[in-house]
């Protein structure tokens, strides 16, 4: 008989462990302590969505988008900087590389502006 076993979120007691296809019908005695557990399949987490902006995540995608539009890197700029990274955590990354891009960008602008004003 194949059984799947998985503790109670508790984990106070390893004794207390459920097993898929058992009842948990009173009449069963010594089976009671069993109940029937979903699929693993219908199990959903929150970071089993996937993100936005074809699957790349906001920030990913704004800072690709950024090379054609710079002002995209500015966009992922105030998203990091509004904590928007704490809604989904998987778009750190690409939000942070958009937020140094977008400065790169301001300090290449500078530079630009500074060397035209002297000649």
């Known amino acids: 008989m ?3 076993l998985i503790a109670y979120p508790n984990c ?10 058992q009842s948990t019908d009173a009449a069963d005695g010594e089976k009671g302590k069993y109940t029937l557990i979903r699929d693993p399949e219908d199990f959903q ?3 089993d969505k996937p993100l936005p ?6 920030g990913w995608f704004s800072f690709l988008l950024g090379f054609v539009f710079p002002l995209m890197w500015y966009y ?3 998203l990091y900087f509004g904590n928007y990274h704490r809604k989904d955590p998987r778009e750190r990354a690409g939000l ?3 937020a140094i891009a977008a ?6 602008l500078l530079v ?4 035209c004003s002297l000649f």
Do not use: K, Q
């Open 76 to 78: 992922g700029t105030f």
């Open 96 to 98: 942070a590389a958009a």
């Open 12 to 21: 106070r007691e390893m004794s207390e462990l459920l097993m898929v296809g």
């Open 45 to 47: 987490g929150i970071y």
């Open 103 to 108: 400065m790169a960008f301001s300090v290449v």
């Open 112 to 115: 630009i502006a500074a060397y």
């Open 53 to 58: 902006c074809f699957g790349c995540g906001v």
């Open 2 to 4: 194949f059984a799947l």
